[in-house]
């Protein structure tokens, strides 16, 4: 592996440079450390001359491991890992045969990547970080200072799913979730387990524009149009957080086909018959309530269209649009200027 460009080390003050540095050799090293313990490092062919050389060094030298992990451990495409994480979906899957996987222990869950490249999405297992290296968060903003819309389903992608794996007893079992990166830090953060999603419908985060409940609605279309039902009736809205800028530009779409009805909802505090919503009807209406001075507001700024700022006229406070704006999602971006008129953190 060819080192990474200095650059940016070199252009620091010598000193802080220096700890920069060591920050990231330690961090470095505290993360493959315990993982070349894993079934994966000791196993998989394309780390087989790492592990030759660790094994006719001293294992214990940090200096000599990181410079070997550096030298002889390659940019890898997802062919190597495949097989191991087939075993997640074996029948019956048994803990013994995940255990240490890629790390040690069992993952929180399963990943599903973003499929961009018009491929079956890949599987990545994600492990719980260590606490000084955890830095996925739910946007939250204190309520006395406006709300924030961001959308998270946990139920979305088609690919999710709850996957077995049974301890040695051969009777107890723990779950484990298949889902977005998103989704996923969600449920450790919280402790969300998806057997127990229905118990948690009376859940309203402080902060946010839309209930617990909004969250498990399944389907793109229902699961947006049922957010932008809550925001659309919050006029507090600072921050929008979406995992990709271009989910932003579809519920424009979705707010632009359906602008009078869900104004009329907000107006009167009905909750729309939208497909997949049927369970969560009573759940959702105790949570919204007739507000017919904002549906007033609505209709004279109109839907989105083509009108620039239509996104800070509708919410006077927004500040803030954090979103992904790379790769397939950049092309939306002259469409989310246009509809803030605010800078997007990319």
Known sequence: MSPP?????????????????EHVNQALLEITRPNSASQFAQNAPVLAKFREAIAQGDSKDDIEFMR???????ITSYEPYQPFVAKFFAEPCREIDVNDL????????????????????KLFPRYRPLPQYSHHRIPTIPSSEGTIFAPSS????????TLKIYCEDGQSSHNLVVCSVRTGYIRVQMNWDAEDDMDRLGLWIPGQTAPYAVDIIEGHRPHFLMHALFALGDSKVTTMSFAFANSFVS????IEDEWLLLVDCIENGIIPDIETTDRLRAALKKHFTANST?????????????AEGWAVRVWPALTKFIGKTGGIASVVVPKVCQMRKLGYIN
């Not at 519920?251 to 979705?254: D, F, G, N, S």
Request: proline share 10%; glycine share 8%; hydrophobic share 40%.
């Open 154 to 161: 946990l139920k979305l992608s088609k690919y999710s799913k």
């Open 102 to 121: 890629f790390a040690p222990g069992l993952p929180c869950f399963l990943a599903i990547s973003s499929g961009t490249s018009g491929k079956e999405p």
């Open 5 to 21: 460009a200095s650059d940016l080390l070199d252009s620091l003050p010598v000193q802080l440079s220096q700890q920069l540095q």
């Open 251 to 254: 519920v424009l779409h979705y």
């Open 294 to 306: 904002r549906a007033a507001e609505l209709r004279e700024i109109g839907p989105p269209g083509e």
């Open 68 to 74: 070997q992990f550096r030298a002889l451990v390659p």
